[in-house]
């Protein structure tokens, strides 16, 4: 493609989809074509993917694109009609959670599943308040993105919503070497709750990404989530997971994120990885709860657990069995830790490196006693790293964390490729 | 599959997906195989399919099926990186509407088509109302959820919410003969604005289904939808087309149903039959309109006009080219017209045949002075073309519609196994 050809593609997508799309980088990436953990563009050029969790069990997993073009040949319909496929992929979901956690309800993206989640939250409490962290993402329908308070304005927040500082022990309120906290974030969960009373509310549910992902990936401290969980239960609460990040093996001990706390969560919702890229999602929950949101509502999403989802879902299963993805992503963790954490040592720009699993976070900062949070420098590394063929993202609210966060097939062979140039380019900022 | 092993199915089903999931009939169908109009069960019973227009273009259609496996097979990726796909999608759907509705944005359903648009209405408008058709379906997000009032309790409404009384002639407040239907049920608009003017609210939108599917399928009449977008427009609000039921050709005349009325609308949301069965959806708005909600928000849906989504919903508009399904709808609804109106002469138990293109509602009435609704008998006439192979719904406030609304590949040869059995069953009701 010639760049008058990509000057050309830029200017008809911005006039096709307009103003409200986002590119990433200022020359955004072409790509067309992806296997494993790389992704191709339109010069043939091959990127290592170190961001997209999406394609889970990697870009075009042939034995998923098998079963997905195996069932879309035969039959896609919806859950009006009996079908083995939703069934037992509801049952395998179930078999990799808690016996609790025994009832699955299928949509199609992260979004429809925390809002399915919320309103269930709602009318199982009877109480109207939600509690989330400072900076979350949790989606983006007209409710759930006033529960992304990463983007959503402050000024506009409802008053049935209370925020709890994240247990960022790098840059909150309390620091890494402090006894207990755990219980010392988790009272944050107190105070949010006494703030709803204020305005009149109960908290219908607290809901967290077991990574905190746009905090800039932390790792929930020891007993965090025992002690938040027992506090919104405590006000009459349930408790939701939000694993479209943390899980599917992601963290490496567990399949879900929730599991590394030894909590049991009222509601678990999954997106993204799931599907390996197909619009697949769901929410799971209790008997009970189910029980009770169903006397008074049925539900029922139109493409949620169709035929051809559910197959999609059993073959990302499959994959994870067949190829021993959390064993070997929990060695990857361990393999990345020493040589991710070692860049602290060697670059003064390096403030803070966490993470488990596949998924870390390494903080820059301009000055590492005021721990001014350096953006432009994670900005250079994430160009500079695609410059040099390795995709990375930015994420947290000062947009100064590089985030790595591969496909699970992410190997040995391939941490070389990401660490050396990210050593290099980190060196090169001084 | 033996009677055992069905039954064990739905036993799992109901332990596995919990009391919120439905099926239809008493004794569901377990469908295991689907090829354009056909549907197959686990028995090879073949069953006509005049109820799913999910599967517009026929059920597994080759050539969709073909697009989507060899997308799925290349990349399978989101939106932030630049691909053709999702901008010849946009470009090609575009061009299928007027030039004022040229910026596409895309979601993977309908429910999250009519919460953005309404998310969209509300930002761009600072207004917070909404005006739906009583007994309407709209999607099922926390939001959303309201908006169907055909299953929402009506005592739960926000006070931001009005309904109007959906034109119908048969059984509305103005009936058929009368002059003017069109104004007149139009005028139930303004009652709406100033029922939320009493409530402290005005419009942000009006949203209605073209072919008013879950009040028992309405054609606007004529008038209506001019009259009903002047009065909204006029008290600021936005008007947003929801095509999930009445687009991509149902109705006959025109790709999407809003056509039919000579209107223009501000926003147009598209899902279910866009995809053939993929999960895809679409908000279609102007750049206008676009750029004053991007003012404050982004917008992305990790799923969303993947390159997948996009590839399958190209496909489609290529079936909906080459195989001519516009001109063959028009074509299969002044055939289906008179025979299915012919149903009212020979039985008493018809009260009312409406509908267009392949979009029809037959309404069973106990008596047709009194015009008492005849649920039962639709339940009956439903369950018993099951029997003799021949898939319909039934539909409306009252149970009472028999709804046929085949894939648009329905053709003449298929017309006559509908309507014989049905003629049939009518008959035998007495």
Redesign the interface.
């Known amino acids: 493609m010639s760049e008058a050809e990509?000057a050309d593609?830029?200017r008809?997508?911005e006039?096709?989809?307009?103003?409200?799309?986002?590119?990433?980088y200022d020359d955004?990436?072409?790509?067309?074509?992806?296997e494993g953990v790389w992704?191709f563009d339109a010069e043939g050029r091959r990127y290592l993917d170190c961001y997209?969790n999406?394609?889970s069990v990697g870009?075009?997993h042939?034995y998923v694109?098998e079963a997905?073009?195996r069932q879309?040949?035969?039959?896609?319909?919806?859950?009006?009609?009996?079908?083995?496929n939703?069934?037992a992929y509801?049952?395998r979901l179930?078999a990799t959670m808690p016996d609790e956690l025994?009832?699955?309800?299928f949509?199609?993206?992260?979004?429809?599943a925390n809002?399915?989640a919320?309103?269930i939250a709602?009318m199982v409490t009877g109480q109207q308040g939600a509690i989330v962290a400072e900076d979350a993402y949790h989606g983006?329908?007209?409710?759930?993105?006033t529960l992304s308070t990463a983007?959503y304005?402050a000024a506009d927040r409802p008053a049935w919503l209370a925020t709890v500082e994240p247990p960022n022990p790098y840059r909150g309120t309390f620091r890494y070497g402090e006894e207990g906290l755990g219980p010392k974030y988790a009272g944050r969960a107190g105070e949010a709750i006494t703030q709803l009373a204020r305005a009149g509310h109960r908290p219908a549910m607290f809901m967290s990404c077991g990574i905190f992902d746009s905090n800039g990936a932390l790792v929930p401290p020891e007993g965090y989530y025992r002690e938040v969980f027992a506090q919104v239960r405590a006000a009459g609460g349930l408790c939701v997971a939000d694993e479209v990040q943390s899980g599917l093996c992601r963290l490496g001990d567990h399949v879900w994120g929730y599991q590394d706390s030894g909590v049991v969560p009222d509601i678990v919702t999954l997106?993204?990885p799931i599907?390996?890229?197909?619009?697949l999602a769901a929410v799971v929950t209790t008997?009970d709860i189910?029980?009770a949101?169903?006397r008074?509502?049925?539900?029922?999403?139109?493409?949620?657990?169709?035929p051809?989802?559910a197959a999609v879902g059993l073959a990302v299963l499959d994959v994870i069995e067949r190829e021993n993805v959390l064993h070997r992503v929990h060695d990857m963790g361990r393999l990345l830790q020493p040589r991710l954490r070692g860049l602290m040592e060697r670059h003064e720009r390096v403030g803070d490196v966490r993470g488990k699993g596949l998924f870390w976070g390494i903080e820059l900062v301009t000055d590492r006693a005021t721990r001014e949070p350096d953006r432009a420098a994670a900005g250079q590394v994430r160009d500079r790293l695609r410059q040099q063929g390795v995709l990375v993202g930015t994420t947290g609210p000062y947009g100064n964390v590089v985030k790595i966060r591969p496909p699970l097939v992410f190997a040995p062979e391939h941490a070389e490729l990401l660490l050396d140039p990210l050593d290099a380019i980190l060196a090169s900022l001084g």
Do not use: I, W
């Not at 006039?15 to 990433?24: I, K, T």
């Not at 955004?28 to 992806?34: C, D, E, K, T």
């Not at 025994?102 to 309800?105: A, V």
């Open positions: 990509y593609l830029l008809r997508r006039q096709a989809l307009g103003p409200a799309y986002r590119l990433f955004p990436v072409h790509l067309v074509r992806g992704l997209n999406v394609a870009h075009c042939p694109v997905l073009a879309a040949a035969t039959l896609n319909t919806h859950t009006r009609y009996l079908h083995e939703v069934v509801a049952e179930q025994d009832t699955c309800m949509v199609c993206t992260g979004t429809e809002d399915l919320f309103r709602r983006n329908s007209m409710v759930v993105t983007e304005p997106g993204k599907g390996d890229g197909h619009p008997r189910a029980a949101f169903a008074k509502f049925s539900y029922f999403n139109t493409f949620g657990g169709n051809v989802s």
